[in-house]
Every structure is written in structure tokens, then in C-alpha cells.
């Protein structure tokens, strides 16, 4: 199944791109994106321990299951700020 | 002043608070606060020259309304809520984000402008990028 995955903030700086496109197995999750990803540019492993990751307009667990045609974001933490 | 007049918008314009007071005047308010988040010319004494903002612009559009849902089922006396982010390149002391929340009474305007900006921390996916003197840094990862 096709998955366009978009990279935001330092991800699309670190891998030149703001989107991938990925062919995965049907049944595939988010974790499975990931490593996809990292596949091609492994320049982002170090950051999968602060990684969020996004389908749609929602947040989701590594462990989502993906559908066909699902839109997935990973990206850093969101810019936060002390209060 | 129904949910439909509520603002939520990520802009690559400047942000103006009279603008955004005016979003939210209502006959019935007898309050009205504003947030702005505005660029600091440091940080951790680096000086900061400029910073520049990306948004996941959809999602964080989508998270805004969330927000602004949030708020008008746990401050049913909000009139109405207006919450804007810029992205793009901004200077010292210019606004990022404006927030502006019209209710009955003040209480409720403070209380729901300050949950507004501290969840939209948490949630809108917003990041920035500090440019200093010597280089430039992508904040998050740092805690900062």
C-alpha cells in the first residue's frame, strides 16, 4: 500500500525532503513507516526517542495500524516554551 | 457569537492585537483578554538575531479549533475566541501568537486565554528556529 509521509522542522532540513512516499505491506504501522524512512536516511534514527508522529490531523502510538493512502507526519517536538 | 465566529488560523502576515481584540468584541463581553507570545532577543543569554517559524499548517488548524472547542465546553460564558500563529521569518519583538478570549466576566476570559496558550504549547504543531550570531538551532530536542 501507498503512504505519502511528511517531514517537518529538522527532519526536512536533515533529509533535504518534505515528503516520501513509501510502498509498504498491508497491515504495516507507523513504526513500519518509520523504519522505512530511516532506511533511506538514516541521518534520522538518532531522533526516534522524541519522534511524534501524526495520520491526518491526529496524533497516533508507533503501533497504528496504517491504511492505503494515509497521510502520516513525523516530526519533533512541538516548539513548547517555558511558561 | 456562535462557534462559527471563533478564528483559528495559522498566518504569514503580522499579527495585531487591536485586530484581533476586534475579532472578538461581543456586546454581551465584559471581559477581554489577550495573549501575545512575543520574540525574545535571547535566550540562555545567546542573543537571538530572528527566528523562524514552520507549522504542520493543517493540523495545527485542526488543533487550534480543538482548543477552541475545549473552551467553550468548560467556559460556557466565553463569547468567543480568536486564536492565531504566524510561521515565516519574525524579529525581536514581534508576535508569534495572539490569543483573545471575550466572556461575561474575567474570570473566564483569563482562565481560558492561559489554558488556550498553555495546550496550544503542548499540541499545535508549531516549531521554531533561533538564529544567533553563530548559527542557528531548531528548539525541542534541547528542552528549550
Known amino acids: ?83 | 457569537m456562535t462557534v462559527a465566529d471563533d478564528i483559528f488560523a495559522v498566518v504569514e502576515h503580522p499579527l495585531s492585537p487591536d485586530d484581533i481584540a476586534a475579532r472578538v468584541d461581543d456586546p454581551a463581553a465584559g471581559g477581554l483578554v489577550i495573549f501575545s507570545g512575543v520574540v525574545r532577543n535571547e535566550t540562555g543569554g545567546r542573543p537571538v538575531k530572528f527566528l523562524e517559524y514552520e507549522a504542520h499548517t493543517a493540523m495545527a488548524e485542526a488543533k487550534l479549533r480543538e482548543i477552541g472547542a475545549a473552551i467553550r465546553g468548560r467556559w460556557p460564558e466565553i463569547k468567543r475566541v480568536a486564536m492565531l500563529h504566524r510561521v515565516g521569518r519574525l524579529e525581536i519583538g514581534e508576535s508569534s501568537v495572539l490569543i483573545a478570549v471575550s466572556a461575561a466576566h474575567r474570570g473566564d476570559a483569563f482562565e481560558a486565554c492561559r489554558y488556550a496558550i498553555d495546550t496550544l504549547k503542548r499540541i499545535v504543531p508549531v516549531w521554531k528556529k533561533e538564529h544567533f550570531e553563530d548559527g542557528e538551532v531548531w528548539v525541542g530536542l534541547q528542552g528549550g
Open chain 1, 1 to 83: 500500500m501507498r503512504v505519502r509521509v511528511h517531514l517537518f522542522a529538522r527532519y526536512r532540513e536533515a533529509t533535504g525532503q518534505g515528503q516520501v512516499d513509501l510502498e509498504l505491506p498491508e497491515g504495516g504501522t507507523v513504526e513500519t513507516a518509520w523504519l522505512a524512512v530511516v532506511d533511506r536516511h538514516p541521518q534520522l534514527a538518532q531522533y526516534r526517542p522524541y519522534t511524534l508522529f501524526a495520520v491526518g490531523h491526529d496524533y497516533v502510538e508507533p503501533d497504528h495500524r496504517l491504511k492505503p493512502g494515509d497521510e502520516l507526519s513525523l516530526f519533533p517536538p512541538v516548539s513548547g516554551g517555558a511558561s
